[in-house]
């Protein structure tokens, strides 16, 4: 696994596999210290050549080999520490086994087969099947399974694998064994078994065309109570899947399983998913509002891949995004529909809108700064060195809002033909991200006779955040606007380096535009002869104009609605359009978008002259008061709006970065419209009381946030009564969300004292649950009255662990991630530095991904930027890192 030379690996390289493995026969001695695997392939020549045949190991102690019944003698392959080499000369077909053994309990990186508590657990995408046995790792090559299970009974009462159980029976020696068939052909990556004890809840449903469906979540002993929502999501998910897509469950039996251990949210294993426990377990008590919503879009997400990955899936690892941008938009969309399903059409719009806003507040937190960093990379990128690296914001959240745009340009009908066309040519196959654009192209021309999306295809290969400039032109005389759009798509990432520079072409971006007249009317958009509300101009060239009619006078624009395209606006606005956007605007996202850029300029102002403040500071207050006011806002959206945006958010808007400026700059704001506003927030405190039983709906989780909110706003303020009104709120809370939502208030505005003494009552109260101490853990790393110090007390504390994942994220990641204000000095940026390192030691996946945090260090202020690079050379420095890990730290100092 460790490598000094680190190759990298190029798309253009891709040559198919010189042979077929129409079926894999798997045998499992299962024990957690030494598994052995028995392995019998059926191998067809596809080519003829009589090339070598390639088989992939990592971690393995190869026990034997035979060639159509015929032990092979050490001469008659070739073993390195990766490779497994045969020649079989011209034989078109034959059988190949392979006894080999592998260490479960020796596995920290938690790829391949490993142990999690006293279970057994596989992880195998991108590359962790060759960790379990010698074989060809590569998505293009799809097998029937056929998987027998053996192992210790009472150890391991339940044996589970892909597809139908054909039969199960006791063995000798308190072992017993289980046969699985998967009927469906897939690439290894989607290989799962899991052997442990588990309770399980399951239901029977009957799938669209009448089929019987058995689905099952599997749990610890001891949390079958919190695992109803998730078997719920699930049956939304068949349901949702059958009616907006039209695509089925083509299972007799679907399984999920939670394991505490693990890397990653899920994974999408065919009929066997594995799930990080904090995407399944939930109850009123332990989960937040947050967490069910987060349950329900990642099983959704995982249950969609069995089409969207699994019935199609990729050719090869740079078309990762084919699977993961398709299904992350799907299970946007999915929780869309749930969130609006009933409501009446204006407050499903908003409901829509607070969807949306979260979903690109997280893509500009994490995928604008990575688009614009050393690892900046297309959605399809070109080249990699670990593949399990470019699990990235880029590969899921852009590739999501690229399949958005298509989304936009073919509409809702046009959309599912082109989806409908996907798996009419392409279902059992693995394909490339081409494949997909060229189904959807096929509905396209149709609609757009004479046009295509070649160039919209450049999306695919482009990396960086384009810009568009916004130039408005108003003719009184002819009461005309003409609007034009001018795009730059700077260099980015090693594109900067390159000589003589990258020519980046124009994009195709379909950007929403609407206008209001200077009271906050909609006005209509009138562009030959076609009168809309809302004008979609697609922007083609590097500068485009468009004229509308009938504009009597300069209107306001209300820019890229509902956030049309993955940009950058750049127009300059006075605050006062801002604030008659956010009071007035008819699309309820460019709305929150103008009040998320008068908060973010009062406090950029205020950073950049701290003596004086921001001269809009008022104009802020009293917009925050207005909509305060505004009764025809739904309480998520209002949480939302009243928002400030987050310090990470702010962070990528200062230059160079100064993570502390904006800590202060915005604790600064907060505790001011606190304090300017408290009776309004008293007022919506009050109206967004809930009684009886807690339900995680939108509308009731909607007006915790707002109520919560509110609560922070208060506890900021200062004044004595927010604290006690955040103590009375802890102390009434019957539901996690708003029990965190007063103790994140207390650790970061209350008095020591309280702050102590409700953190320890918290631990007290769950301590036996890991998924709460997971957040005991975050929300005091993440707060601004967490010191170094502290972070290093609370590693020390019993509960804690950097071998489990979750655990490390909540502190360490925490704190490097979000504690702004702690982390930037020498001794925190050693600290993360050593973090790294300890990390990289037991698992690559997270040292590297903990390792990224800090990959934009040559945008701080000059002397963070100094001993960011010098921890980054401390890093570099040291011997054996990872494969993972040199990847980046070689990026981040190039
Ligand atoms: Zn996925």
């Known amino acids: 696994m460790r490598t000094d030379s680190v190759q990298s690996i190029s798309r253009h390289d891709y040559r198919p596999y010189p042979y077929r493995i129409t079926h894999a026969d798997l045998q499992f001695d299962l024990q957690a210290d030494a598994t052995r695997v028995h392995t019998r392939l059926s191998v067809e020549s596809a080519d003829a050549s009589g090339q070598a045949l390639v088989l992939n190991g990592e971690d393995l102690t190869l026990e034997q080999v035979a060639l159509d019944g015929r032990t092979l003698s050490p001469d008659e392959y070739t073993l390195t520490e990766n490779t497994l080499t045969l020649a079989p000369g011209t034989l078109p077909a034959f059988t190949l086994e392979i006894t080999s053994l592998c260490r479960p309990a020796d596995n920290t990186q938690l790829m391949g087969l490993y142990v999690s508590g006293n279970s057994l657990f596989t992880q195998c995408e991108a590359e962790g099947f060759r960790r379990i046995t010698w074989f060809p790792d590569r998505p293009d090559v799809m097998s029937r399974y056929r998987v027998t299970l053996r192992a210790d009974k009472q150890r391991y009462p339940l044996l589970l694998s892909n597809g139908n159980l054909l039969e199960s029976r006791d063995l000798p020696d308190g072992r017993h064994e289980a046969v699985w068939e998967d009927p469906h052909p897939k690439p290894c990556y989607l290989f799962a078994l899991v052997a442990g004890d588990f309770a399980c809840r399951e239901q029977t449903i009957q799938t669209r065309s009448g089929r019987d469906a058995l689905l099952q979540v599997y749990s610890d002993h001891g949390s079958e109570h919190q695992t109803e929502w998730a078997l719920d999501s699930l049956v939304r998910s068949v349901r949702w899947d059958e009616t907006r897509f039209g695509l089925e469950l083509d299972l007799d039996r679907f399984m999920i399983v939670a394991a505490r251990d693990f890397n990653m949210g899920a994974m999408e294993n065919k009929g066997l998913n594995v799930f990080n426990s904090a995407y399944v377990l939930a109850d009123p008590e332990s989960a937040t509002d947050a967490s069910y919503h987060a349950i329900e879009a990642v099983i959704g997400h995982e249950y969609f891949h069995n089409w969207t990955g699994n019935r199609v899936t990729c050719r090869d690892w740079f078309q990762l995004s084919l699977k993961e941008g398709l299904t992350v938009f799907r299970d946007q969309e999915f929780s869309a529909d749930m969130m609006t399903h009933g409501l009446p059409e204006a407050e499903a719009q908003s409901a829509r809108a607070v969807k949306r806003i979260d979903d690109v507040t997280a893509l500009r937190i994490a995928q604008f700064p990575e688009d614009a960093g050393p690892m900046a990379h297309p959605i399809r990128p070109e080249s990699y060195q670990s593949i399990s690296n470019f699990y990235t914001a880029t590969i899921y959240e852009k590739g999501a809002e690229i399949i958005r745009m298509q989304h936009t340009l073919l509409g809702e009908e046009g959309f599912r033909a082109g989806m409908d066309e996907y798996f009419r040519r392409h279902d059992g196959q693995a394909v490339t991200c081409d494949d997909f654009l060229s189904a959807m192209e096929s509905v396209y021309v149709r609609q757009n006779p004479g046009s295509t999306l070649e160039q919209f295809r450049r999306w695919y290969s482009q990396a960086g955040t384009p810009r568009v400039k916004v130039t408005l032109a108003h003719d009184a005389a002819a009461q005309t606007l003409r609007v034009t759009l001018e795009q730059r798509n700077p260099p980015v990432g090693i594109e900067t ?276 101490i997971d957040r005991w853990f975050a929300v005091q790393a993440a707060s601004a009255a967490t010191s170094l110090a502290d972070v290093r007390q609370l590693m020390t504390h019993p509960d804690f662990s950097l071998r489990n994942p979750n655990r490390a994220r909540s502190l360490i990641f925490q704190f490097c991630t979000n504690n702004l204000r702690n982390v930037h000095s020498r001794e925190g940026h050693s600290f993360w530095a050593e973090q790294v390192l300890a990390l990289d030691a037991l698992n690559p996946e997270i040292s590297s991904r903990l390792a990224r945090v800090f990959e934009n260090w040559q945008r701080f202020t000059p002397v963070l930027r100094d001993s960011l690079q010098q921890a980054w050379r401390h890093i570099q420095s040291q011997p054996a890192l990872s494969s993972n890990l040199s990847e980046i730290v070689n990026k981040a100092l190039s």
């Open 497 to 772: 380096r390159q000589n003589p520079p990258v020519e980046k072409l124009p994009l195709h971006i379909p950007f929403a535009l609407g206008l209001l007249d200077g009271e906050g009317k909609e006005l209509s958009l009138t562009h030959k002869g076609v009168k809309q509300a809302t004008a979609l101009l697609e922007l083609r060239e590097k500068s485009q104009t468009w004229t509308f009619e009938n504009i009597a006078e300069q209107p306001v624009p209300s820019l890229l609605r509902g956030f049309s395209a993955p940009v950058i606006v750049e127009y300059e606005r006075t605050p006062q359009e801002l604030a008659l956007l956010a009071r007035h605007d008819t699309d309820a996202f460019a709305r929150w978008e103008a009040a998320q850029s008068l908060a973010t300029r009062v406090l950029l102002d205020s950073i950049s002259r701290p003596e004086s403040g921001s001269p809009d500071e008022q104009l802020l207050i009293d917009t925050w008061e207005a909509l305060l006011q505004d009764g025809s806002l739904t309480a998520a959206y209002r949480s939302r709006i009243l928002s400030l945006p987050a310090e990470r958010e702010l962070l990528e808007k200062t230059s160079p970065l100064d993570p502390l400026a904006v800590v202060e700059a915005r604790r600064r704001l907060i505790g001011k419209l606190g304090d300017a506003l408290a009776p309004f927030w008293m007022t919506a405190y009050e109206d967004n009381r809930i009684d009886g039983p807690y339900a995680p709906d939108a509308a009731s989780s909607g007006k915790r946030s707002m109520r919560n909110l509110a609560l922070l706003y208060l506890m900021a303020a200062g004044g004595q009564g927010g604290q006690e009104l955040t103590l009375e709120h802890y102390d009434a809370a019957r539901n996690m969300t708003d029990r965190m939502a007063a103790l994140g208030a207390l650790v970061q505005y209350g008095t020591p004292e309280a702050r102590s003494e409700r953190l320890q009552h918290f631990y007290t109260q769950w301590r036996h649950n890991p998924l709460v």
